[in-house]
């Protein structure tokens, strides 16, 4: 299936998510789609599928116009796309998924017809190892993805869209998702990938596409266009540059020690973080470091163990935590865990202190303190009046660092703090995150992208399945060597040979 | 009011007077002259006000009973059990009392504070225990509470003088809360509307309202601010709690002078809409109860006037609620006090 | 015969006459949750299909169109819940409670007439059942069956789940929630005329006692399965049939007391099922797009 689409606007409201955007895919090709976040790559491909109507322009398959006015019709033209966020009902069968996805036949289904044995036997040829009558909650991440896929092949999709697929995969579940869709080419299926990570195109696409600010800036062969021009693109200028981590702490006092905690997944989690380290921590998610995350910051009972902060004791088992001033914390999902949304800037600024405003309180006063606060660290629109919930992800973690970060905390616990975040906004967080280490303020830093994580942090630890397995040189390491231990290929042969640039417990 | 408020608000009374108004077409009455009635039997003179005060007192007390939980995000519809507890409570004190005469009035009132708070307590206990639904909790301890008046006036506390209609004895002069003039208007309402002005000032201006109004947007905030948001859910509860069981007891020992079945005449489900409709809003809400409880009053009257049943003032109440239901659309799920 | 024989004596049957019209709007519920919505104003329109049958009855003389006569009326003020829901997007409980009390009041108006007068109802059957016990009992399995086994019923579990998702799979979610609070609104006035016509044969004002919302409880105890529906509808008839049974008896705890039991006992076990949910909510079954309403 050949696509062609020309010309392609789409507003919403004030906003032009998509402003003349023309693009091809060709089938028996895999296109990654790149771009910030924001950028329309996602808004572009749900015009493609039906899930919003163009203002402007056209879509020709195979030559002749089409007008795609739903899901339904992009489905039947022989369009699949897998979004990010899976559209499998987790509390259904595998196996009602797909009579699902599949749409039109008999009214009864049962339990044990032919129809059904025949999608069985399908699944298992496609699928080998997914059992059809589990709940697709059940499933794992890669797993998922895999029957997303074989929902599009029995549909017998033409052209097939993947919406930030390799997202939250490890290493060794991303190649394999690589070699699906590179097969997925070779039996002619138009591929459209759409990531804005590089390491995805240079694995498996044969042209990129690159999407700034609505329109679509660069269409070229994979070989053709290095990394750097690629980021040009889809940056516009060269990427901010943040100062690296300066000096080596190794020689410092510890800050923060995380002394032998267990919560939740995590067990016997033992840690320190020096004077102005960063200290990044690594892992797949759900293997036990948000949990650590929510413990230091009061957020959770600890269930064992002791956090000290400055040599006094911040938390303990039984012991009700209280928000100290020594401790920033920035998690992830502001506007989930860190901010009330229906209440004003001004307010969200003054909760770190909540405990100390007097017992009448003046809620426009405390709108006006938060001004230059605001003017700071740049959170706009700089309306203290405006509530919380109407500003942006990028801003909305800014106004939390407004509020930990101001105090100069002794230390700082940030959790998958850029999440969502754009590459300007991105670079805003770490600048003002790793300017505190710059000044002595110990930064215990979890995040999901390694190569981030390798670029500024002095010393990495890696946690698996709730145990820090490793704790490596920031310097001295790899991608691939800290996704072998998130993933647990590295095993206690590693951690057996243990050389003088490698520790495992601090 | 802010301009989307105000369009809201005509929009939901451009919606109640056509629903309304095909509502007594349908039963074959001119709109303008029921809605006339209406009014006249509202307010049509010093003692059809009288009437609509005192039917608006324990809507009142309700509503505020519903707002004060509901500003930390509880959707608690339990007013009515907690007024019928109160009841109990109240008049368990007053058919026991064996102290001073004078004490007798604030012993009968705090009883049915207290009957109000302890009601208002177990589903805030349960919510924080086994985190049950308050909304479905209260409801049926609604039930519970209303059979439990029933099984009183039937059985333990039935006035051996009254012959057809069980309840219990009369309650004495003094242990009435005292009534302006010649009118049933009493004490009770003074009390709602001095609850009002504090609660006005509680919520918007101190920082136990500032930390409800945290914890409502983000109840994941509270090691931040280091609320407990158990204590609070407690709290609020008991307070709602209080004023529903002065309606109780306001109710049986004045307004009706005993305690009898159906005391409640739908006051506690007539609050929670109420207080819904304001928004949460202590202001607003004195305003619309004081309308409601002039509409259910006019029931009386109306029914003398254009012989119609009482009902038909339910059904305009009804319609009331689901006009200005569908007229606010666009509002986010849970309460909210913009 | 003894106060034990008078207890036990046609207790089932009893109790299987007490939990029909509760069944009924058991049914309606599951079905109206299962699409994701929650309808607190079942006991409105169990009242108004009380009355409205019981009307039917008094002007056809026949039962069965008087359970046809509520029915309807059930599922018409089921559109107002549905309109303020789907279409207007109010809150589900604030619009339950106004579609409750827009019930109470058209009942009561309706019903004015109707006080105190009696109708004849069903004739008997063996062993004391009538022909809305067997429809409620039939009702069971076909629901179930429909819902678990047809493309249709999967099709609603689906939109009761993730809405976004049925989106994407060419469901239109909100046809299809507006069908499950008609039909819930069917089935529940329904149930209240099972309740007029067959078991009091009499119409008084909200009569209903609650069951509506007793109803919206049990939902959660029979873990909006349909076959569940049954022994947690015949739990509340069978504490009725006993409070009933012990009055005639002459026990000595009071017959008011009594009627507490059956809201004492949905609540205790509504109280277990919430406990036992938060700790793993998977477990529960619920339709993730009830997920508010019972995670805090």
Redesign the interface.
């Known amino acids: 299936m050949h696509l062609l689409l020309s010309g392609i606007g789409k507003r919403f409201g004030a906003v032009q998510a998509v402003v003349d955007a023309d693009l091809e895919i060709r089938p028996g090709e895999v296109l990654s789609l790149l771009g910030e976040n924001g950028a329309g790559k996602s808004t572009l491909m749900k015009l493609l599928y039906g899930v919003h109507r163009p203002d402007a322009g056209s879509i020709t398959i195979d030559g002749r116009p089409m007008s795609i006015d739903s899901p339904r019709t992009a489905v039947a033209l022989g369009i699949g796309m897998v979004f990010q966020q899976s559209t499998l009902i987790p509390a259904l069968s595998v196996r009602e998924n797909l009579v699902l996805a599949l749409g039109e036949g008999r009214w009864w289904i049962g339990r044990r017809g032919q129809a059904l044995r025949a999608l069985d036997e399908r699944l298992q040829a496609l699928a080998p190892g997914v059992d059809p009558e589990a709940a697709v909650a059940e499933l794992s991440l890669s797993q998922l993805q895999l029957v997303e896929l074989v929902k599009l092949r029995l549909r017998a999709a033409r052209c097939v869209v993947l919406d930030e697929p390799s997202a939250a995969l490890a290493p060794a579940e991303a190649q394999r998702l690589w070699s699906l869709i590179r097969a997925l080419a070779a039996d002619g299926v138009a591929v459209v990938l759409i990531t804005h990570k590089l390491a995805d195109v240079r694995a498996c696409a044969d042209r990129v596409a690159v999407m700034r600010a609505g329109r679509v800036v660069a269409q070229v062969g994979a070989a053709d266009a290095d990394d750097d021009r690629i980021v040009g693109w889809m940056v516009g200028e060269a990427p901010p540059a943040v100062r690296a981590p300066s000096g080596s702490p190794a020689s410092r006092p510890p800050r923060l020690w995380i002394k032998d905690v267990s919560v939740g997944v995590a067990r016997g989690i033992d840690l320190q973080v020096r004077a102005g380290e960063i200290l990044g921590l690594a892992g797949i998610s759900g293997g036990g470091q948000a949990e650590l995350a929510e413990a230091i910051a009061g957020a959770r009972p600890i269930d064992a163990g002791e956090v000290i902060l400055d040599g006094e004791l911040l938390r303990a088992p039984r012991r009700a935590p209280s928000p100290s001033s020594r401790l920033g914390v920035i998690p992830a999902e502001p506007l989930r865990n860190a901010v009330a949304p229906a209440l004003s800037l001004g307010v969200n600024l003054a909760l770190r202190r909540f405990g100390e405003l007097p017992f009448r309180v003046d809620r426009a006063a405390l709108e006006r303190q938060a001004a230059q606060l605001l003017e700071r660290f740049a959170v706009r629109p700089a309306d203290p009046a405006a509530p919380a919930g109407s500003l942006s992800g990028g801003n909305l973690q800014k106004l939390v660092a407004a509020r930990e970060l101001s105090q100069r905390p002794a230390a700082v616990v940030a959790c998958y703090p850029t999440m969502g975040l754009d590459v300007t906004a991105t670079a805003q967080v770490y600048e003002t995150l790793f300017g505190l280490a710059g000044d002595g303020t110990a930064v215990l830093w979890i995040s999901e992208d390694l190569d981030d994580l390798l670029h500024y942090a002095h010393r990495i630890a890696v946690m698996f399945e709730g145990r820090v397995v490793r704790v490596l040189d920031a310097a001295q390491t790899t991608a691939f060597e800290l996704g072998a231990w998130m993933t647990g290929l590295a095993g206690p042969v590693g951690r057996a040979a243990a050389g003088s640039s490698d520790e495992v417990f601090a | 009011m802010s301009r989307s408020a105000v369009r809201d608000a005509l929009r939901g009374l451009l919606l109640f007077l056509v629903l309304a108004s095909t509502f007594f077409l349908l039963?074959g009455r001119d709109p303008v002259s029921m809605f006339g009635a209406i009014l006249t039997a509202a307010a049509g003179s010093g003692y059809a006000v009288g009437e609509s005060l005192v039917r608006a007192t324990p809507i009142l007390l309700c509503a505020l009973a519903t707002l004060v939980p509901a500003r930390l995000g509880l959707?608690s519809?339990g007013a009515e059990g907690q007024l019928y507890a109160g009841a109990i409570a109240g008049t368990g004190v007053m058919i026991a009392w064996a102290g001073p005469p004078p004490l007798l009035l604030p012993a009968v009132v705090l009883g049915g504070m207290a009957g109000g708070a302890l009601w208002a307590l177990l589903p805030a206990l349960?919510?924080n225990?086994?985190?049950?639904?308050e909304?479905?909790?209260t409801?049926?301890?609604?039930?519970?509470a209303a059979?439990?008046v029933?099984?009183l006036v039937?059985?333990a506390w039935k006035n051996p003088q009254s012959q057809g209609w069980p309840a219990t004895v009369e309650f004495p002069d003094i242990a009435r809360l005292p009534t302006l003039g010649d009118s049933r208007v009493h004490a009770g309402l003074l009390i709602a509307l001095a609850a009002a002005v504090l609660l006005a000032w509680l919520l918007g201006?101190?920082?136990?309202?500032?930390?409800l109004?945290?914890l409502?947007?983000?109840?994941?905030?509270d090691?931040?601010?280091?609320?407990s948001l158990a204590r609070q859910v407690l709290l609020t509860m008991a307070v709602g709690g209080t004023l529903a069981g002065l309606a109780g007891i306001a109710e049986a020992s004045v307004v009706q002078g005993r305690l009898q079945s159906d005391l409640a005449q739908?006051a506690g489900?007539?609050g929670?809409?109420v207080a819904?409709l304001a928004g949460n809003r202590v202001g607003r809400t004195v305003w619309i109860a004081l309308g409601v409880g002039a509409l259910l009053a006019s029931g009386d009257g109306l029914q003398m006037s254009e012989r119609v049943?009482s009902?038909?003032?339910?059904?305009?109440?009804?319609?009331l609620?689901?006009a200005a239901?569908?007229?606010?659309?666009?509002?986010d799920?849970?309460t909210?006090h913009? | 015969m003894s106060s034990v024989d008078i207890v036990l004596a046609g207790l089932l049957v009893s109790a299987l006459r007490s939990a029909a019209p509760l069944l009924l709007a058991l049914l309606g519920e599951c079905l109206t949750q299962r699409v994701g919505r929650i309808n607190l104003g079942l006991e409105g329109q169990m009242l108004v299909g009380a009355v409205a049958g019981y009307a039917t009855v008094a002007a056809t003389g026949s039962p069965w169109l008087g359970l046809a006569g509520g029915a309807v009326a059930g599922a018409l003020l089921s559109t107002v819940f549905g309109w303020l829901t789907v279409a207007a997007g109010a809150n589900a409980f604030a619009s339950g409670l106004a579609v409750w009390m827009l019930g109470l009041g058209l009942s009561a108006y309706l019903g004015t007439a109707f006080v105190g007068v009696r109708i004849e109802g069903f004739p008997l059957w063996i062993g004391g059942l009538t022909p809305t016990v067997a429809l409620a009992l039939v009702l069971v399995p076909l629901t179930a069956l429909w819902l678990f086994r047809t493309r249709s019923g999967l099709r609603w579990r689906a939109v009761g789940e993730s809405e976004h998702s049925a989106r994407a799979l060419g469901i239109v979610p909100w046809r299809v929630a507006l069908s499950g609070i008609v039909v819930g609104g069917l089935f529940s006035g329904l149930g209240g005329a099972a309740l007029s016509i067959d078991i009091t044969r009499t119409w008084a004002e909200g009569m209903t006692a609650g069951r509506g919302l007793v109803a919206v409880g049990l939902v959660i105890v029979a873990r909006w399965n349909p076959w569940l529906c049954l022994p947690a509808a015949l739990l509340f008839g069978l504490g009725e049939a006993l409070a009933l049974r012990l009055q005639a008896a002459d026990s000595a705890v009071a017959a008011h007391l009594l009627h507490m039991l059956p809201y004492a006992v949905s609540l205790l076990v509504f109280t277990l099922t919430c406990a036992s949910l938060r700790r793993d909510p998977r477990s529960g079954g619920a339709p993730a797009g009830l997920r508010a309403v019972f995670e805090r």
């Open positions: 039963i959707i519809v349960l919510r225990a086994a985190g049950v639904n909304t479905i909790s409801l049926m301890l609604n039930f519970v059979l439990a029933t099984w039937y059985g201006r101190t920082r136990w309202g500032l930390g109004d945290v409502c947007s983000n109840p994941r905030l090691s931040v601010t280091s609320l739908g489900l007539s929670f809409l819904w049943p009902s038909v003032t339910l059904v305009v109440q009804g319609l609620f689901v239901l569908g007229a606010a659309a666009h509002r799920r849970g909210r913009v």
